[in-house]
């Protein structure tokens, strides 16, 4: 019968929806979210992306964009961690970016994600930043091509 493929977490077509996902989400029109303008850097793994925001729409995913980068939030970990924190039912310890952020640098646990940069941006920015982690979850799991 068809085979259903478990998506490839950050091929071209998994940004363009993530995008597609975050520009079209009610949620990042209101609550001051679309006053969200941070630049975000996501390491996973040995690859890099850096998501341009406007306005809380994100404009662009720039791949392992070179030092002239411009960033002030980053979030990093494992191809794994990213894996495990876009599933539909993540586990625990690696749902929710402030908890994996407390086992990683508290408890020195590895495959958790981290918080790089600017923790006074990050916590000024800390619900939009939320949303749009949560939604490579959404995008990673409302399949469709």
């Not at 303008?37 to 729409?57: H, P, R, S, W």
């Not at 994996?100 to 408890?107: E, F, G, H, K, L």
């Not at 646990?109 to 949560?134: A, C, I, M, Y």
Request: hydrophobic content about 30%; proline content about 5%; glycine content about 8%.
């Amino acid at each position: 019968g068809p085979h259903m493929t478990e998506t490839e977490i950050a091929t071209h077509e998994w940004w363009e929806r993530y995008k597609e996902v975050v520009n079209t989400d009610p949620e990042m029109k209101v609550r001051g979210h679309d006053r969200f303008d941070e630049n975000f850097a996501v390491t996973m793994g040995d690859d890099q992306y850096l998501i341009k925001v406007d306005g809380g729409t994100v404009t662009d995913v720039v791949p392992n964009p070179d030092l002239n980068g411009d960033w002030s939030i980053g979030i990093e970990g494992s191809t794994e961690a990213w894996e495990e924190f876009v599933q539909e039912n993540p586990p625990a310890h690696n749902n929710e970016i402030i908890a994996s952020d407390y086992r990683t640098a508290v408890r020195g646990e590895e495959d958790h994600l981290k918080l790089t940069g600017s923790n006074k941006k990050f916590f000024q920015n800390l619900r939009p930043v939320q949303r749009s982690l949560d939604l490579m979850r959404v995008a990673h799991n409302t399949g469709g091509s």
